[in-house]
Structures are given as C-alpha cells and as structure tokens.
C-alpha cells in the first residue's frame, strides 16, 4: 500500500526539488526516496524506474515552460507576442538551469511527456502564426527561436558571457534580429 502522501506527483516534485538541489547527475531513486522520506522501494508504486522518473520530470518542466510562455504572449500578437515568449523562455532557463538541463531532449521514449510538448510547442505555433506562418515555414522558425533562445539562456546561466555589456542589451538585440527576420522575403 502506497505511504499517505506519496503520490506521482509528490515523487515528481521530489525529483525536482533534488535536481535544484544538486543538479541533474544528483537525480537517483535514492535521492528522491531520500527527499520524500520513504524507503527506495518504496516509489515503485509510483514510477517504474529512474528513466520513468526522468520523463515525468521532463513532462513538469514542459508543463510549466508552457504556462510562463502563454502568460507572457497572452493578449500579444507578432513581434511583441514573440518577444514575450523569448523573454520568458530566458527567464524559465536562467532561474531554474538545473532543472532545465535535467530534461530529456530525445523523443525517443517520450510517452510522458509528449503532451507536455505539444502544449508548449502549440505556445510557440501561436505566437509566430502572427506572421502568417504554416506548415514547414512555422517549424522551421520554432526551431530557429528555440535554438537562439536556448543557446543564449544556457550561455548565461552556465556565466558564459564574460565581457562586461549589458546582457538585456544583448538579448533585446537578439530578439530584435530575430522579429526582424519575418518582414523579410523568406529563405
């Protein structure tokens, strides 16, 4: 019988609250048993095992990337629309690096958090549809969003800018160039 409390989701938020703790290589069913107050065993009626653990935990950073970005673009359209998801995005990254870098990147086995994806990945499809993207066209500027997003959050938590310019000058500059990229013919 499972312990009062310990439910999937107290195990997740468990899991996570070690990843913020002690960074992703300190996620083990033992960390987490140990932060929940159970025995090891104890979470398998729960989660199946550690790869389990790690795509439901993968799942609730989806899940709240999400929920910042469609706060941030809610009532926007176009450049500012975007601009607030960028924003948000960075803001996700750089407040909680840990647990970003703790998700899973592959969809090889992605069961658990395929609709947390595709919720987030709908944020984004909304925010650039303002430029009358569709098809291969919106794919491909998630992808390049992501990509600018991601490499310049990940750079600056891991303090991977040195010189001395204002980082918010640089990502406005970076968000700029991108927004500015759809008032051009496409490639």
């Given at each position: 019988?499972?312990?009062?409390?310990?439910?999937?989701?107290?195990?997740?938020?468990?899991?996570?609250?070690?990843?913020?703790?002690?960074?992703?290589?300190?996620?083990?069913?033992?960390?987490?048993?140990?932060?929940?107050?159970?025995?090891?065993?104890?979470?398998?009626?729960?989660?199946?095992?550690?790869?389990?653990?790690?795509?439901?935990?993968?799942a609730r950073i989806l899940?709240?990337?999400?929920?910042?970005?469609?706060?941030?673009?809610?009532?926007?359209?176009?450049?500012?629309?975007?601009?607030?998801?960028?924003?948000?995005?960075?803001?996700?990254?750089?407040?909680?690096?840990?647990?970003?870098?703790?998700?899973?990147?592959?969809?090889?086995?992605?069961?658990?958090?395929?609709?947390?994806?595709?919720?987030?990945?709908?944020?984004?499809?909304?925010?650039?549809?303002?430029?009358?993207?569709?098809?291969?066209?919106?794919?491909?500027?998630?992808?390049?969003?992501?990509?600018?997003?991601?490499?310049?959050?990940?750079?600056?938590?891991?303090?991977?800018?040195?010189?001395?310019?204002?980082?918010?000058?640089?990502?406005?500059?970076?968000?700029?160039?991108?927004?500015?990229?759809?008032?051009?013919?496409?490639?």
């Amino acid at each position: 019988m499972p312990r009062a409390g310990l439910t999937p989701d107290a195990v997740v938020d468990a899991a996570i609250a070690v990843v913020d703790a002690g960074g992703p290589g300190a996620l083990t069913l033992a960390a987490v048993a140990g932060r929940a107050g159970v025995a090891t065993p104890s979470l398998y009626k729960h989660v199946r095992n550690l790869a389990e653990l790690r795509q439901l935990v993968t799942a609730r950073i989806l899940d709240e990337l999400a929920d910042r970005l469609g706060t941030a673009a809610m009532g926007r359209s176009r450049d500012d629309a975007v601009a607030a998801v960028m924003r948000a995005y960075r803001g996700y990254v750089v407040e909680h690096p840990s647990r970003y870098a703790s998700m899973e990147q592959s969809a090889e086995d992605a069961r658990f958090s395929e609709a947390a994806a595709e919720r987030l990945l709908g944020v984004i499809f909304a925010a650039l549809r303002g430029y009358g993207l569709d098809g291969p066209d919106l794919v491909h500027a998630t992808r390049c969003l992501r990509s600018a997003v991601h490499g310049f959050a990940i750079l600056e938590a891991a303090g991977g800018f040195g010189l001395p310019e204002d980082l918010e000058a640089s990502y406005e500059r970076l968000i700029t160039l991108f927004t500015s990229g759809f008032s051009r013919p496409r490639v």
